[in-house]
């Protein structure tokens, strides 16, 4: 796919391995890849290392979703955006590269970004998902935001943290 032709990305959030290994036949009837955006510290047990090695060995993307899915703003407000992600970020990033799984992608838990985190985020990651905001050009809209629309038939079913998500990403500016 070159650089300007259209396309769906879709993205699943948090931490539902179980749910997404569950899929991966569909996954592989349709020829469909995905970007597994996950929290390492979301649940209470340890996670599936052999799930997630499942994941990305289908032929797709795991990105970091944080360690515990705190709210960005007011974690830099309290301290910094360099402790975000030393704290929350980069634990997440070394656990992948435990499993010789390279991370290049971060998506902001609750969507919760700013300019601050862009900027900052942005030289350690080529690809950065947050909140796709209805109205572009609102302050700390995404340059390529479009709305990212619920999947009606999934909502309230096993894949509640399933997002539709239409070119929702910043690319990096590196
Ligand atoms: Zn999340």
Redesign the pocket.
């Known amino acids: 796919m070159g650089d300007m032709d259209p396309g769906v990305a879709l993205t699943f959030?948090?931490a539902s391995l179980d749910k997404w290994v569950n899929l991966l036949p569909l996954f592989q009837k349709y020829n469909v890849r995905a970007t597994f955006?996950i929290?390492t510290g979301?649940t209470d047990s340890p996670l599936d290392r052999s799930k997630i090695l499942a994941l990305s060995d289908a032929g797709n993307e795991i990105g970091s979703?944080s360690v515990h899915?705190l709210h960005l703003s007011q974690y830099i407000t309290d301290h910094s955006i360099h402790d975000y992600y030393t704290n929350e970020i980069l634990p997440s990033v070394q656990y992948f590269d435990s499993l010789n799984i390279p991370v290049t992608s971060f998506?902001y838990?609750?969507g919760d970004q700013n300019s601050q985190s862009d900027n900052f985020l942005s030289k350690y990651f080529q690809k950065i998902r947050g909140i796709c905001l209805l109205d572009p050009s609102e302050d700390g809209a995404f340059l390529l935001a479009i709305p990212r629309i619920p999947n009606p038939h999934m909502i309230g079913r096993f894949l509640f943290?399933c997002w539709i998500q239409f070119a929702g990403i910043q690319f990096s500016k590196i």
Do not use: L, Q
């Open positions: 959030d948090d955006f929290c979301c979703h899915h998506a838990p609750y943290h």
